[in-house]
C-alpha cells in the first residue's frame, strides 16, 4: 500500500474534520428537515408567510457545528483542511481528487459570494456571507450585540433571509462533506505515516 506522510498536526486534523463533518450529516437539520419552504403572500394589504423550516433547536445545532469550519484559527477550518488535500492529493498523482476538491473550493467560496435571491438592507445589498455572519454572530454562535440588532431590524424579510441562510448552510455543508470524502478514500487506499514537521 502506498505510503502518504503527514505531520501529527495535519493527521489530527483531517481526522477531526471527517468526524466533525459525519456529526454534521446525522443532525436532525440534515436528517429530518429534508424539505423546506417559505410561501408569501398579500392578501388585502397584508403580508401573509407560510414556513416550512427546521426548528430553532435544529438550526442552533448546525450553526454550532459549522462554525469551527468557517473560522480561519479552528484546525477543521474548511479552506485550510481542503487546501492541504488537494496538495497532498497532487504528490501521490490523484489529480482526478485534487480536481474535485477544486471544484468543491469553488462551490463554498461562490456560495458565500453568490445570492439566489438579491436581499436589499438599509440600501445596502446583503451578501451571503454577511448573511451567515450575521445569524452565526448575532444570533447562534455568538452574541455581538449589533448583529443582532440588525437580526431584529430586518421585520417583514427575516423569514425570506433565514430560508437564504439555510440555503447557505446546506451548500456550505455539500462542500464540507465531500471534502471529508475524499480524506476518508485517501485514508482507506493509502498508508498515512505520521513524519516530524520539516
Not at 442552533?60 to 488537494?86: C, G, I, M, Q, W
Not at 454577511?130 to 417583514?156: N, P, S, T, V
Not at 437564504?164 to 485517501?186: C, G, P, R
Amino acid at each position: 500500500m502506498q505510503e502518504i506522510e503527514l505531520t501529527q498536526q495535519d493527521a489530527d486534523s483531517f481526522e477531526m474534520f471527517l468526524e466533525r463533518a459525519d456529526n454534521m450529516r446525522q443532525l436532525s437539520y440534515f436528517q429530518k428537515y429534508k424539505k423546506r419552504s417559505v410561501t408569501i403572500g398579500a392578501d388585502q394589504k397584508v403580508t401573509k408567510i407560510d414556513e416550512e423550516i427546521p426548528t430553532e433547536e435544529a438550526i442552533v445545532a448546525v450553526a454550532t457545528l459549522l462554525r469551527p469550519f468557517y473560522l480561519d484559527n479552528e484546525p477543521v477550518h474548511y479552506l485550510s483542511v481542503n487546501s492541504k488535500l488537494r496538495r497532498i492529493c497532487t504528490k501521490i498523482d490523484k489529480n482526478d481528487w485534487a480536481n474535485i476538491l477544486m471544484t468543491h473550493r469553488e462551490g463554498y467560496l461562490r456560495t458565500l459570494k453568490y445570492s439566489p435571491i438579491g436581499i436589499t438592507f438599509q440600501g445596502k445589498k446583503l451578501t451571503p456571507k454577511e448573511i451567515l455572519d450575521l445569524f452565526l454572530y448575532g444570533k447562534y454562535a455568538h452574541h455581538d450585540m449589533e448583529k443582532h440588532k440588525q437580526i431584529k431590524m430586518l421585520g417583514d424579510l427575516l423569514p425570506i433571509v433565514r430560508f437564504l441562510l439555510m440555503h447557505i448552510v446546506d451548500e456550505l455543508f455539500q462542500s464540507i462533506y465531500n471534502t471529508a470524502n475524499v480524506y476518508f478514500h485517501l485514508r482507506k487506499n493509502y498508508s498515512l505515516v505520521i513524519v516530524k514537521p520539516k
